[in-house]
């Protein structure tokens, strides 16, 4: 059970609080859920901004990706009405990160390790790490995964 997973972990699920342009949180084509990319976000609503290699370190961008995970399962439990119906299949991770930077999977991870954790096999995926010059808001790490609803 994934939820039962986040509270053993003393994780949450955060509120979506609504695109920042003119597109949609997920769109969803034969039981297969397309997730827009979201960044890593505070209690408060606001990104983390800065670049991974000068604001921050690969370890605390393994944090942030974490957050987006959970970001991720909210907008997926939106679209699927319930986790345990949820298998993640593609995540594509962006990190905002200074040139000579080059542990993007190491920060990616933060993401990939807490989909497994929550929702176990059904959590594992293909994945792209890549590092950006930047990224929409300064955030430090953007991530689109898809997903689809399984009975």
Do not use: W
């Amino acid at each position: 059970m994934p939820e039962r997973k986040l509270a053993q972990l003393g994780l949450s699920l955060p509120s979506y609080r609504g695109p920042a342009a003119n597109y949609l949180p997920f769109k969803l084509h034969a039981g297969v859920i397309y997730l827009s990319g979201q960044g890593p976000r505070r209690p408060d609503g606001s990104y983390i901004i800065g670049k991974v290699g000068r604001e921050f370190t690969a370890d605390e961008g393994y944090e942030h990706a974490r957050l987006v995970a959970l970001g991720l399962l909210s907008v997926a439990k939106m679209a699927a009405g319930d986790l345990a119906r949820v298998e993640v299949l593609k995540v594509f991770g962006m990190v905002n990160a200074v040139p000579e930077f080059g542990e993007h999977p190491k920060v990616i991870n933060g993401c990939s390790d807490l989909l497994v954790e929550v929702l176990g096999e059904r959590g594992r995926h293909a994945r792209s790490a890549v590092g950006m010059n930047s990224l929409p808001n300064g955030m430090s790490v953007e991530i689109e995964a898809v997903m689809r609803i399984v009975n």
